[in-house]
């Protein structure tokens, strides 16, 4: 099967990675992170377009998919959530303002309890009036490939498609989030989501067989370390999480253990990572946390 699509929002490429695989040709993308731009191009071989805001919809190729993990920070839990107040949570519309054109058509779990759920409403009406059916589902990534806690919402969408009430099981932030759409007359449909249920990568399954010793810490150090991780895990001062893949063996600074985002966390090699939090340089350089991998 091939087909074309195009990538807003593209960063390195993970949703290019994905579709290229399934045998689809990317035919424009756009980023405005230079770093992220000089990534895309390194890895596939043509440059990203720049700011979305300032393409013209009859300007985008067509395609027969639109992908766009457009910005989560105004939803996000780690961040203000100011929503559609904040700039980058407008942005959205930029990919209904495309998709609304071209006619193709897919970020944060918080993005489903953001503003009460009015946020996820929005969207799905927007989608709704200009032709598209949805379905919407959180997938976590630790289940397919990459060993990372990192929860996102991936909305799917089909122009014109036909309708057919949601299959709702549970009682869970989506389930709640689709009864809710459903008694509102969303136009929605079934897509056959992957299950969330086997971790199949660790970190030691990532880790680089041969690292160059400009990156260890001496044995001074290394021997520190290991001392107050088994102080930290004799004075049980080790950051409870909820997930059992998620398996912390020591923090570098206690007093910190209950501060979202601002943990200096040992992992085990054995399980997965937890969710890593972006921040901006300018305002976060003094107090980037670090996170370790023990093995």
């Not at 920070?73 to 495309?98: M, N, P, W």
């Not at 009036?129 to 990534?141: A, M």
């Not at 067989?209 to 150090?221: A, I, N, Q």
């Not at 088994?230 to 007093?255: S, Y």
Request: with cysteine; hydrophobic share 40%.
């Amino acid at each position: 099967m091939s087909f074309r699509y195009v990538s807003l929002f593209a960063g390195i490429g993970g949703f290019d990675t994905a579709l290229n695989e399934l045998g689809g040709e990317c035919v424009m993308a756009s980023e405005i992170d230079k770093y992220a731009v000089q990534a895309y191009e390194l890895i596939y071989g043509h440059k990203p377009a720049g700011d979305v805001t300032k393409i013209d919809a009859v300007d985008v190729p067509d395609h027969d998919v639109l992908v766009a993990g457009f910005p989560c920070q105004a939803f996000s839990v780690a961040g203000q959530r100011k929503g559609f107040e904040d700039t980058r949570g407008t942005l959205f519309f930029e990919v209904a303002r495309i998709a609304k054109h071209k006619r193709p058509l897919e970020n944060v779990k918080g993005l489903m309890s953001h503003d009460g759920g009015r946020t996820l409403d929005v969207i799905i009406a927007t989608l709704n009036e200009i032709g598209y059916t949805v379905d919407f589902e959180v997938l976590n990534s630790k289940y397919f490939g990459v060993p990372q806690n990192r929860e996102r919402i991936f909305i799917a969408c089909v122009l014109d498609g036909k309708e057919q009430p949601w299959n709702i099981e549970g009682n869970n932030m989506v389930a709640k989030a689709k009864c809710r759409l459903q008694e509102a007359a969303a136009k929605v449909f079934n897509f056959d989501w992957p299950t969330n249920n086997t971790v199949t990568t660790r970190l030691r399954d990532i880790l680089e067989p041969v690292v160059s010793e400009k990156y260890y810490l001496d044995k001074t150090k290394t021997a520190a370390l290991i001392v107050k991780l088994e102080a930290d895990l004799d004075a049980a001062r080790i950051p409870v999480t909820d997930d059992p893949e998620v398996q912390i063996v020591g923090n570098l600074k206690p007093d910190d253990c209950t501060r979202l985002g601002q943990r200096d966390e040992v992992y085990a090699d054995s399980g997965v990572i937890g969710a890593l939090n972006a921040s901006d340089y300018k305002v976060q350089r003094h107090k980037r946390s670090a996170r370790f991998i023990y093995h």
